[in-house]
Structure formats: C-alpha cells, structure tokens
C-alpha cells in the first residue's frame, strides 16, 4: 500500500491550483480584464467553467488558463 502523504500531497497541490483558478477568474469576471477562452465555437468563460475543467482535466486546462490570463491582460 503506498504511503498515504505521497497521495495527499498532489491531490492538495490540486486543491489549492483548482481553488486558485477559481478565485482568480471570479476576481477577473465582468471586467475586461476576464479570462475567456475559445476553440473554435467552444467557450470558456466563467468561472465555474473554469473551476469544473480544471478538476476534471487539469493537465490540459491549467496550461489554459494561464496562457488566456495572460492575454486578458
């Protein structure tokens, strides 16, 4: 069985990138300063959007963000 602290400590590094991304784009919502995202007609605008991609698939949407952050100034 492995060791229960090589567990928890990505699944809290998660946590906390996840709770991050979440507070940030509320931070950033309805300014123009948001983070929005698109590929092709999909749309990535809201926070909640973001918080639910990032639990999901964080490997793929964090990288996201931050580059969408980035251009949104």
Same mark, same amino acid.
Request: proline letters at 5%.
């Given at each position: 069985m492995p060791d229960p602290?090589?567990?928890a400590v990505p699944v809290l590094i998660v946590a &906390?990138?996840?709770v991050w991304v979440y507070?940030? &784009?509320s931070s950033r919502a309805g300014t123009p300063r948001?983070?929005?995202?698109r590929i092709g007609t999909f749309s990535i605008?809201?926070?909640l959007q973001w918080l639910v991609l990032c639990v999901v698939l964080m490997i793929g949407f964090l990288p996201?963000?931050?580059v &969408?952050?980035?251009e949104c100034g």
């Open positions: 602290l090589l567990i &906390a990138l996840v507070v940030d &784009a948001q983070v929005v995202a605008e809201t926070p996201l963000y931050l &969408a952050r980035r």
